[in-house]
């Protein structure tokens, strides 16, 4: 593969804006905001590209017993890498923004996300703006700080974040991420269902992914950075 050329800020306002939405997504919490950002950012006339990283050993969501979960909570807080199987040759196009989206795992990126860092991160970042989204229980800034340390290693610019936290009050929302993983429904529990009604992110959630994509795509259609936006909305404060 050809190596990636140095993006620049040089083009005219203009010109048609594109942006690749390269992701994970464990539960498919991920893949559900992405289809709402980028509903918003082709309002905007930005063309989009998607293309979701896929373990070389597919992962099964839930994993299915309580000792699966806490031995993936614990792989998952050592920065456990998830061999990805190789991207689709789009992965290398000239894109205006990269959205590198995906789960929290443990307070770390997704071991599929660390992956591709690992294996493609410099010839794919270096000179480009990178926007991470994550989607996560709530405990989103540790996960935050290492990827942007990360891909700012690789040479990327990393003006902003996007970040939603599942909507549910603490403790429930860890208890009931805790049971979903482990293949339960604590939505229907009689002890828990009361205070944790739903698994994943809000209807309202979905919609406000939405207005924030159509705010980033203004901003790449007038050649501006997303850097002053914000995009850490009141209902994505854990």
Known sequence: MPDNPAHTNSEPTGKKRRALLLYYSFSGQTSGLLNHLASGLKEEGVKISFIRLRPASPLRFPVGSFFATFRMMLTSSLRWRVAIKEPEPELWADNDLIILAGPTWSYNPSGPILDLIDRFGPRLFKGRT??????????WRLHWLGLKRLLEKC??????RIVFSHPSPEPWRTLGVFLKIAGKAPERSKLIGRYYQRYGHSRQQLREAEKLGAAIGACLRKGESPAALDLLTPIALP
Not at 155 to 160: C, I, M, R, S
């Open 130 to 139: 990178v926007l991470p989204l994550i989607s996560c229980r709530g405990y």
């Open 155 to 160: 040479g990327a610019d990393v003006p902003n």
